[in-house]
């Protein structure tokens, strides 16, 4: 079986002490060499509970464990060779370069009061390229268009090198082809033996790409499995109700919103 890149073991949590619990007994671990997608409605958990995997938040009960430490207890430095985030929205830094932006995600890796090595260069630009956006490396973040920025927070995240990648709906502001590509990318990572970890509302998307899915419910992991496994009436229904439309493509299960009335 493949190594074990994080887990959270009964993991709740919440955004302050005073809040509300967003995660409840919470429990999923990453691997190498597999794209896991987190599902759910608006609201269920699934940022809340990357931020949690890395460390980002604490936890009132359970553990965090990047590897076999405790993700809390890790240095921005140690997390940050462990795991890469992608996160839902670009900073406000419109006046950075692309490519320096990029490039900045190997800051655990870059030598201090030195200039970057010709290798991190290239994992930079090379990121990019991946991404789509090779030809913005020289252009401000505030020129390019919103989805062009985020392919950049992607590329961001693969130059950073860690083994583990984290990505909160990666897809969004995104246009079809490049929803598409991001995905291609993913299971591209995984299948060179990273382990990624991404949330997304895109249904149709995690069952053609996910090795396995896990599916959020009010703070829970109330299901995981294969996508033919969870993509299916029985378990999604309860959750997102009955306008949902079924099929199956190449052998995998496809869902997608459907305008017709519930049964």
Known sequence: MSAVLAALQRADCAHGE???LVLRQADLVARAGELVVLI?????????LLSAMAGLLPLRAGRALLGDADAALLSTKERALRVAIVPQDAPPLFDVLAFDFVLAGRYARLPR????????????????????????ACKPLRE????????????????QG????????PTNALDPEHKLQVFDLLAQLAG???????????????????DRIALLD???????????EIL????????????????????????????????
């Open 232 to 263: 299916r009436p029985a378990l999604l229904e309860p959750i997102y109700g009955r306008r949902l439309g079924y099929a199956t493509q190449c052998g995998a299960p496809l869902v997608w919103p459907s305008r017709s009335m519930p049964r």
């Open 144 to 159: 390019l268009s919103g989805g062009a920025r985020r392919r950049v927070l992607v590329a961001r995240a693969i130059a």
């Open 218 to 228: 009010d703070g829970r992991v109330a299901a995981q499995g294969a996508p033919a």
């Open 18 to 20: 005073d809040l509300p």
């Open 162 to 169: 860690a083994p583990l990648l984290l990505a909160d709906e």
């Open 40 to 48: 759910g409605k608006n609201g269920s958990g699934k940022s809340t």
């Open 113 to 136: 009061w030195r200039p970057a090595p010709d290798a991190d260069l290239r994992a930079a630009q090379q990121a990019l390229e991946a991404c789509g956006v090779g030809d913005d």
């Open 192 to 210: 060179r033996g990273l382990g990624v970890l991404a949330c997304t509302h895109e249904l149709d998307l995690a069952g053609q790409y996910a």
